[in-house]
């Protein structure tokens, strides 16, 4: 029983319609039994993370490539404190740089301190593709690296968008927002 709730919420929506479909059309009970046994039942695909209520605890860092002002793409960096899901700094550049992260990490460690951990994405801005150990992680030290070791802030990389769910889903909305809202004030500095 424990098993087939497990199942039944990891599912997908249509995949729990479609077995209590195949159910009413089959109308015996060891069909679910024959069903749960083609799936490998996990508890979570992805493991929920522990609430993090300490401002300035954790830092989550990304850049997205968007066409934010009209007619011009560029990328927007940020940095986004996660306890307080609140964005601390942001900066437009014509490309995602080491330069970039430079400006946004000295701006967000000088007006509200250093962090305990960062988690960033794994561009090479963050971590070296060459000379990994067996776990993946980068044995030398990018400039970043070295100014994140050097001040003992803990870094954290990832290639999994759920490990840095805030900044995603704040790109989410921003990309959905933003564009109008500096089409406007655009305008209205054009009126004035």
């Given amino acids: 029983m424990l098993q087939e709730k497990i199942l039944i919420e990891t599912l997908h929506r249509k995949t729990k319609k479609d077995i209590l479909r195949n159910l009413k059309a089959a109308k015996h009970k060891n069909y679910l039994e024959e069903y749960i046994s083609k799936w490998i039942i996990t508890s979570k695909p992805h493991p929920s993370q522990r609430k993090i209520t300490k401002f300035g605890e954790i830092y989550e860092t990304d850049a997205s490539n968007h066409q934010w002002i009209k007619d011009i793409k560029c990328h927007l960096h940020f940095v986004i404190d996660k306890a307080g899901k609140r964005i601390l700094v942001g900066y437009f550049s014509e490309q995602?740089?080491?330069?970039?992260y430079?400006?946004?990490?000295?701006?967000?460690?000088?007006?509200?301190?250093?962090p305990e951990l960062n988690v960033s994405d794994n561009r090479n801005v963050f971590s070296s593709k060459n000379n990994r150990d067996l776990e993946g992680n980068s044995v030398s030290k990018t400039q970043l690296q070295f100014i994140f070791h050097s001040l003992g802030v803990r870094k954290k990389t990832t290639s999994i968008p759920q490990e840095k769910a805030l900044v995603e889903r704040t790109f989410g909305t921003l990309q959905n927002r933003w564009p109008h809202w500096l089409e406007l004030w655009d305008w209205i500095a054009l009126k004035n």
Avoid at 102 to 114: E, S
């Fill in 102 to 114: 430079y400006k946004i990490y000295k701006l967000a460690f000088k007006t509200y301190g250093l």
């Fill in 96 to 100: 995602e740089t080491t330069e970039s």
